[in-house]
């Protein structure tokens, strides 16, 4: 009885050892025989797979050693060669070459390029010093001529000469050109005023007449006329216009039920 009970006991260990066995083995990947992983890789934390190890990059079922190049550093990229070139270094072929910074310059924020300091411009492989007229501030651009001239000054060629702003008018918000008071419109170089006529209003538009036709009237010409309205219709959307009412239609110049 007790030899009986040893190999129950031994047969039901055996029975849990195989299904733990089993539910351990489930959790491992399986690799067909095409996927036997090589040297210097490992299995893929997502989807299907291996993948080369850091330093080492696919070559048809291999993994073979990156050759790192003097002032380089791996990446885990999967593009390119697996390395890139270190701060104040660019690729040049299989190489990381220095980054000639010329004097009045500095690198930019990604360290792969130089730029000029404030008050210089980049012409071909140097920094210059900008040459500023007077009435001009220096910009923040790294394009472009690198000055401004000053509020009141426009530029002309290499120089910035004063706007010469004409009677009933006043610098733009810019400072570079000159508007119009209200009631008054630009002509070539002199403010003239707006000749309003009855049931119109002043725009605050710098191109037009300066005017617009209150509701209920339309331009004509110089003047605001009336808009006649027909039976059974309404003044449209804009006002100066009419549309028939539901279920009438415009017929000529009335509103009829087709």
């Not at 489930?26 to 080369?52: M, Q, R, T």
Request: hydrophobic content about 35%.
């Amino acid at each position: 009885m007790i030899n009986v009970k040893l190999q129950r006991d031994f047969s039901m260990h055996s029975l849990m050892l195989v299904a733990f066995l089993t539910a351990l083995l489930s959790f491992v990947p399986v690799l067909s025989g095409s996927d036997v992983i090589p040297a210097n890789a490992h299995v893929k934390d997502y989807g299907d797979g291996w993948e080369c190890d850091l330093g080492y990059r696919e070559l048809g079922d291999t993994c073979i050693v990156i050759e790192l190049p003097t002032n380089a550093y791996l990446t885990d990229s999967l593009y390119r060669k697996g390395w890139e070139c270190s701060r104040g270094y660019v690729r040049v072929d299989e190489a990381c070459v220095v980054i000639d910074v010329p004097p009045n310059a500095y690198l930019n924020s990604y360290g792969d390029n130089w730029r000029c300091n404030r008050g210089y411009q980049k012409l071909r492989d140097a920094c210059i010093a900008i040459e500023l007229p007077v009435n001009s501030y220096l910009t923040d651009t790294s394009y472009g001529i690198g000055w401004q001239c000053e509020r009141g000054y426009r530029k002309a060629g290499d120089a910035c000469i004063v706007i010469d702003i004409p009677e009933n008018a006043y610098l733009n918000l810019s400072g570079n050109d000159w508007i119009c008071d209200r009631v008054y419109r630009r002509f070539n170089d002199v403010c003239v005023a707006i000749k309003l006529p009855a049931n119109a209003y002043l725009t605050n538009k710098s191109y037009g007449s300066g005017w617009k036709c209150e509701r209920g009237y339309r331009e004509v010409g110089e003047t605001c006329a009336a808009v006649n309205i027909p039976e059974n219709a309404h003044l449209n959307y804009s006002g100066n216009d009419w549309r028939c009412n539901q279920p009438y239609r415009k017929r000529r110049e009335g509103c009829t039920l087709l």
